[in-house]
């Protein structure tokens, strides 16, 4: 792996995108949240029935309404999905009072209905516990019974995949190999609950695009791209956002297309890549993923890893680990909508220095 690029597309992904057929591996999303007042304006474009059945309290309506329209996404999804692709989407139920009437829109479970009919196979999903640090985190009459409500302090990762699984020709064996998990990430990282990962609060200097974006953090599309793809992949995230998906990319060894309908935010998105320290956050993360390993191996007694890591030169787990490999960011670079990452192989003499910084 030398480079990969990271395209940036001002588009509307409640439509068609511009990729051809079966030629995407993972898509990794976050879309609008249905039913959260503060995304009320992106749907009334799309369909101007959605504002009067709001102001008709007519909830139910809405809710369905914004479905359908978000339903196009997800067809659009599995057009350009390889076969054995996935689909990871993050999101959230909402609960929302209309009329005076507190109630929850169950958005995970409507997405799975269409997903399924579209033609995903389903496939066990993570729940993303989100602890709130609000004193007063419940909602209702408090200690009264019959009047409180539960507080919902997680989202749901919807994992979906296009057909039977993925199957990997002789050639790239040895990219997948280099793409591999250390034994305790699989471990932690393949559980139906992730916790201690909080959410990320975006500062951006456009005051008009906070209340319009909610960006996940890096660390979720970095997960799923190592859970879920290999090196040299092409990841789409259609609701492209402030770009952490296209960042958790380039951090992966992926190649990635980002789209938004809105051009501020896409331009916002792709100037951070190139700015001055970008590399070297990025690049914490590869080194703090293989101090978060040596944290890992000085925990068991040496005789629990059975096999040495080749590029790396340490101690693993599993044969499987055996050629795992970690590249560095080297460069980052801009030409007008496209970035391109270049990488270099991290060697064994590396190791001690990189454990230290």
Known sequence: MKTTTHRYVVGDSFKSWSMDDETVDLVVTSPPYPMIEMWDDIWSPESTTITRLIEKNQGKEAYEQ???????????????????????????DATRSLDGRFQI??????IIQACQKIGFDFLPSIIWRKPTNAPNKYMGSGMLPAGAYVTLEHEHILIMRKG?????????????????????????????LWTGILGTQQKLNISSLR????????????????????????????????????????????????????????????KVPTKRDS???????????????????????????????????????????????????????????????????????????????
């Open 66 to 92: 914004m479905h359908q329209i978000l339903d196009q996404a997800w067809t659009e999804a599995f057009r350009v999905l390889k076969p054995g692709g996935y689909v990871c989407i993050n999101i959230g």
């Open 105 to 110: 829109y169950p958005n995970h479970s409507r």
């Open 164 to 192: 039977e699984k993925r199957a990997f020709a002789k050639a790239e064996k040895e990219n997948r190999s280099e793409s591999a998990l250390f034994w305790e990430e699989r471990n932690s990282w393949y559980s139906d």
């Open 211 to 270: 209340k319009r974006s909610a960006a996940y953090p890096i660390e979720l599309p970095y997960r799923l791209m190592m859970m879920y793809s290999v090196a040299g992949d092409v990841v789409v995230d259609p609701f492209g956002g402030i770009g952490t998906t296209s960042l958790a990319a380039m951090v992966t060894g992926r190649n990635s297309i980002s789209v938004d309908v809105d051009e501020k935010l896409v331009d916002s998105s792709i």
């Open 279 to 357: 590399k070297d956050k990025l690049n914490m993360l590869i080194t703090n993923r293989l101090k978060d390993h040596m944290t890992y191996v000085n925990t068991k007694d040496m005789l629990f890893f059975r096999y040495r890591n080749q590029p790396l030169g340490i101690p693993v787990k599993t044969m499987q680990e055996k050629h795992l490999s970690l590249y560095p960011i080297k460069s980052l670079s801009r030409s007008e909508e496209v970035v391109t990452a270049k990488y270099r192989k991290l060697k064994t003499t590396e190791v001690k220095d990189c454990l230290k910084s």
